[in-house]
C-alpha cells in the first residue's frame, strides 16, 4: 500500500532552516502528485507546495515563494520542503500527502488520497 513518512521537524531559532522529507512507498512518484500541508493548533490545514515529479511542475501560493521550496529525488522516492527563513509563525505539524493518477496539480487537500503522519517544527527563541 502507499505510505508516506515526514521527517526533518524540530525546534529551531527564528531565522533559522530547515530540510523536510518525505518518503514515499508503494508508489512510484511518476503517479502522484506530492504536496506539503501544515496545521497548528486551532487552524486550518495550509497547502504549503506540491510537486508533479513526472513533468517537475511545482505549484505553491504566492505567499509561500520566498521561502518555502520543494524539490524530489525520484531515485529516493522522496520529496523535499527546504523552508528557509523561519518564523515563529511557522510553527505547526508539516504533513506531507499523495494524491495518486493526479488531475492536475493543486493543493486542495481533499484531493489527496494519503497522508504522512506529520512531523513537529517548532521556531521558537
Known amino acids: 500500500q502507499v505510505q508516506l513518512a515526514e521527517s526533518g521537524g524540530g525546534l529551531v531559532q527564528p531565522g533559522g532552516s530547515l530540510r523536510l522529507s518525505c518518503v514515499v512507498s508503494g508508489v512510484p512518484l511518476d503517479y502522484a502528485t506530492i504536496g506539503w500541508f501544515r496545521q497548528a493548533p486551532g487552524k486550518e490545514r495550509e497547502g504549503l507546495s506540491c510537486i508533479s515529479s513526472r513533468d517537475g511542475t511545482t505549484y505553491q501560493p504566492d505567499s509561500m515563494k520566498d521561502r518555502f521550496a520543494i524539490f524530489h529525488d525520484k531515485a529516493k522516492n522522496t520529496v523535499y520542503l527546504q523552508i528557509n527563513s523561519l518564523k515563529p509563525e511557522d510553527t505547526a505539524v508539516y504533513y506531507c500527502?499523495?494524491?495518486?493518477?493526479?488531475?492536475?496539480?493543486?493543493?486542495?487537500?481533499?484531493?489527496?488520497?494519503?497522508w504522512g503522519q506529520g512531523t513537529q517544527v517548532t521556531v521558537s527563541s
Open positions: 500527502a499523495a494524491e495518486i493518477r493526479p488531475v492536475g496539480i493543486g493543493l486542495n487537500p481533499h484531493l489527496y488520497d494519503h
